[in-house]
């Protein structure tokens, strides 16, 4: 089972950007499709962003598109996400997530999750 770690999270105004990392270890990177999840308090966990296993085909959640980027580099086992545009509804813990599927655009796609990354969004 691969685990994973997330990082780059932190405060930022609204209409910034910032960029989030998850690194993988522990099984074969290149055979997951990797994604990320967020959830603000008292919310249910919203699927974000998806990316297959070669890196050519993303999806991302309507209230994402256009300003978040998912993006992979299997060299170095890492999925990035460019955050964009920032509003204040983006603020939540980022999950990073992994199933061996053609995407983990639903829960039950998840095969494992880190243990996330906190984005606070200032108004």
């Known amino acids: 089972q691969v685990q994973l770690v997330e990082s780059g999270g932190g405060l930022v105004q609204a209409g910034g950007s910032l960029r989030l990392s998850c690194v993988a270890s522990?099984?074969?990177?290149?055979?997951?499709?990797m994604g990320w999840y967020r959830q603000a308090p008292g919310k249910e966990r919203e699927f974000v962003a998806s990316?297959?296993?070669?890196?050519?085909?993303?999806s991302y959640a309507d209230s994402v598109k256009g300003r978040f980027t998912i993006s992979r580099d299997n060299a170095k086992n890492t999925i990035y996400l460019q955050i964009n545009s920032l509003k204040p509804e983006d603020a939540a813990v980022y999950y990073c997530?992994?199933?061996?599927?053609?995407?983990?655009?639903?829960?039950?796609?998840?095969?494992?999750w880190g243990q996330g990354t906190q984005v606070t969004v200032s108004s």
């Open positions: 522990g099984s074969i990177f290149r055979l997951y499709a």
């Open positions: 990316i297959n296993w070669s890196g050519d085909i993303q």
């Open positions: 997530a992994a199933g061996l599927g053609a995407a983990v655009t639903g829960l039950n796609n998840v095969r494992s």
